[in-house]
């Protein structure tokens, strides 16, 4: 057999010459003559013809061999418009069948010394059909080096086209031992996709990567496994929707649906793997994961896969910070505070600060008054870091301190203590705002803070600088700009406020603030009014339920904002209940008290309305029921407390200490309650202490000046 079939490497006689004249030089085969008559002597003359045929092809097959090495020294020099002009000579076209009929013969199972197995001299070698794919991807490489990507990818996609006619079921294990056919398919896989990418075609790409992993290609884990990774964040950023294809949905309804489920399944697989040891830890992987799984809001799966990474590969603090931020995702906020309270614990002493765990603690803490003070030592930590680690994060500190101290404030037993952390909660506010005065929230929370204070005018100036300051168009500010100038007794320049807000709000700001300019028409006394906007409210909570809503505009609402817009509903029946008992209509108030319940029987708010119909009624005792269940539900509804010691009063003076008691536990957890130090003004009128009575009753006036229609928080 000649020398090209053999395995042997075309030589050449002449030293390679400069790129151009290599590139244009025609290679003729006329030196082999020598090495191929004494072969052809023996044949008989039947043979004749066939060894002519056998001849030719052999001898074309070097004139091609001879280009792929001289294009490989080409572009091992780089020169890739020399290698791309020498492999433009190789006629690829007329080899492809020839290729494909070498790799089925060659990799065809056989029994040994078997004579019917014989494979013909005219089917190349696999060294030969190794050479030629080479030099199929070198081209393309050099296509790719010069720019020309779409080229490149189609120079690229010949070689799986080539193995995969002859190989349709996949590549066996030990078929690339004696020579780089497996090789080069391998790197033709994995270019063939980044070269659709650079193109810009992301349909080919994705279609490339699949048809790497639909078979098995023998490919060892950690290629596979970047392969599978690639094709994955391809699905995710690629902004291209592409369908998995029939033949590929195996899966029936659980095929998975869209670029974002699959990329999901790809990844779990390789977390999978990587939990078994079958690949390395690849922080790219949890990274694509841990954005998949959040744009689909799985965040308690997602901390599940954060859980499954080794020791060593987070710090303790980093680890509980991001399980931190998933379970916060998740709405469990609990879970999240406990795990970074760990991080400010004793067992973190000696280890390096961590800042933003530290920052996340103290804005979990301020969302809710009981974790008030956990809040505050977050943010003193976090403050007392950033001096020496970054200032940037001094004044996140300082606002989420400003609002833990607030909320202390709140739910402050001692009157001086109160004071002292209202005191701290402006001071702290005031710095967040001067380091960082382009965060509207700080703002907003300091505007908050001087209203709960009534330093009404400040909250005004604040409150308008964050209106002016927001992007976007913001419910809670405008409600609470409202309820400010609500507190000032502007009535008529709230309501105009509000008529502004509702053209621009949302679904759910817009249920919020008409029920708000609902309870302004109340307080001006226009009951029709008010009446007309609850059953405007009304309707368009029914609108959005109706199955078959011609509102195409909102989408189908989450949980949230249907628990929202049920309590919504359930505020609205009860304020009507309260307009038709201070009108005396009973049974509408009854009615609407009914309706408040059917939402939600277990309220506070709708058994303190049916206290007040009953107490209406002069019913007292049943009025006390009423009240008890409101407070067995809620021991702090300062509402019941008040109501209650009124019912108390009006039952004679032996109840007066049980109210006076009542009326001490209201102020302590209110004391701008303007109600509770009225009726203390009662009490002590009727027990004669007068001096004391009035300095009650013009504590009330003074408060019921400055009272918003609605508490501030």
């Not at 079921?169 to 896989?189: P, S, T, V, Y």
Request: proline share 4%; aromatic share 8%; with cysteine.
């Amino acid at each position: 057999m000649l020398c090209a079939c053999s395995g042997e490497q075309f030589k050449f006689e002449d030293a390679p010459q400069s790129p151009e004249s290599l590139a244009t030089r025609d290679f003729s085969a006329s030196g082999l003559s020598s090495r191929t008559g004494d072969w052809e002597s023996k044949l008989e003359d039947v043979q004749v013809d066939e060894v002519e045929s056998t001849l030719k092809e052999a001898l074309s097959l070097n004139y091609e061999e001879a280009r792929a090495l001289l294009g490989r020294l080409e572009y091992q020099r780089g020169n890739f418009d020399a290698a791309l002009q020498v492999f433009q000579g190789i006629d690829v076209k007329g080899l492809i069948p020839r290729m494909t009929r070498a790799i089925v013969e060659r990799t065809r199972h056989r029994k040994p010394r078997s004579k019917g197995d014989i494979i013909p001299p005219s089917v190349m070698s696999m060294h030969s059909v190794s050479l030629l794919l080479e030099a199929i991807l070198l081209k393309a490489k050099s296509l790719e080096e010069l720019g020309h990507f779409r080229e490149a990818a189609k120079e690229c996609k010949i070689i799986l086209d080539v193995v995969e006619a002859a190989l349709p079921n996949g590549m066996r294990e030990g078929i690339g031992e004696d020579c780089k056919l497996q090789e080069m398919f391998h790197k033709a896989l994995e270019l063939l996709p980044n070269l659709w990418m650079k193109a810009g075609l992301l349909d080919e790409a994705v279609t490339a990567y699949r048809r790497a992993l639909v078979k098995p290609w023998n490919l060892d884990p950690q290629r596979l496994a970047s392969v599978q990774k690639n094709l994955a964040a391809t699905l995710l950023y690629g902004g291209v929707e592409t369908n998995l294809p029939p033949h590929l949905k195996v899966w029936g309804s659980t095929t998975p649906n869209g670029n974002t489920e699959e990329a999901i399944l790809l990844l779990l697989v390789l977390m999978q793997k990587v939990a078994f040891g079958e690949i390395k830890w690849d922080a790219e992987i949890i990274d694509h994961l841990t954005f998949a799984l959040s744009v689909t809001g799985q965040f308690e799966l997602l901390a599940g896969y954060l859980e499954q990474a080794l020791p060593g590969i987070y710090e303790r603090a980093e680890r509980w910070y991001l399980l931190a931020l998933c379970y916060a995702a998740a709405g469990q906020d609990e879970v999240a505070l406990n795990l970074l309270k760990k991080v400010s614990g004793q067992s973190e002493a000696k280890h390096k600060p961590h800042v933003p765990a530290l920052l996340f603690g103290a804005k979990l803490s301020s969302q809710d008054p009981k974790h008030a003070h956990y809040g505050i030592t977050f943010a003193r930590n976090a403050i007392d870091l950033a001096d020496q680690v970054n200032e940037h994060f001094k004044g996140q500190a300082h606002k989420f301190l400003g609002v833990c101290y607030g909320n202390a404030a709140r739910i402050s037993i001692s009157d001086s203590e109160r004071a002292l952390l209202q005191k701290e909660s402006l001071t702290s506010l005031n710095s967040a705002a001067l380091n960082i005065r382009e965060d509207p929230e700080v703002l907003f929370n300091l505007s908050l803070e001087n209203a709960v204070q009534r330093n009404l005018d400040v909250a005004f100036d604040n409150a308008m600088m964050y209106s002016n300051m927001v992007t976007e168009n913001s419910g809670r500010g405008w409600r609470l700009l409202a309820l400010i100038l609500s507190g000032d007794k502007r009535f008529k320049d709230a309501e105009t406020i509000l008529d502004f807000a509702l053209d621009e709000a949302g679904r759910l700001d817009q249920l919020e603030l008409l029920r708000l300019k609902a309870v302004l028409q109340i307080a001006q006394e226009r009951p029709k009014q008010a009446i007309e906007t609850y059953r405007i409210l009304l309707s368009l909570i029914q609108a959005q339920r109706e199955p078959h809503s011609n509102n195409t505009i909102h989408a189908q609402s989450s949980d949230s904002e249907s628990e929202a817009e049920k309590n919504m509903e359930m505020a609205a029946w009860k304020d009507l209940a309260t307009i038709y008992t201070k009108f005396g209509s009973w049974a509408d108030a009854e009615i609407c008290l009914n309706k408040a319940k059917s939402i939600e029987f277990y309220s506070p708010k709708s058994w303190h309305t049916t206290g007040l119909l009953f107490e209406a009624q002069s019913l007292y005792r049943e009025a006390l029921v009423s009240f008890s269940v409101s407070l067995s539900m809620e021991p702090d509804y300062v509402p019941s407390i008040v109501s209650t010691a009124a019912v108390l009063i009006n039952l004679g003076t032996q109840s007066l200490p049980i109210a006076r008691s009542f009326l001490m536990n209201a102020l302590r957890l209110d004391p701008t309650n303007h109600d509770a130090w009225m009726n203390l003004g009662l009490i002590a009128k009727m027990e004669g202490s007068l001096q004391q009575a009035a300095d009650f009753f013009q504590a009330a006036y003074e408060l019921k000046l400055s009272a918003p229609v609605e508490a501030f928080t």
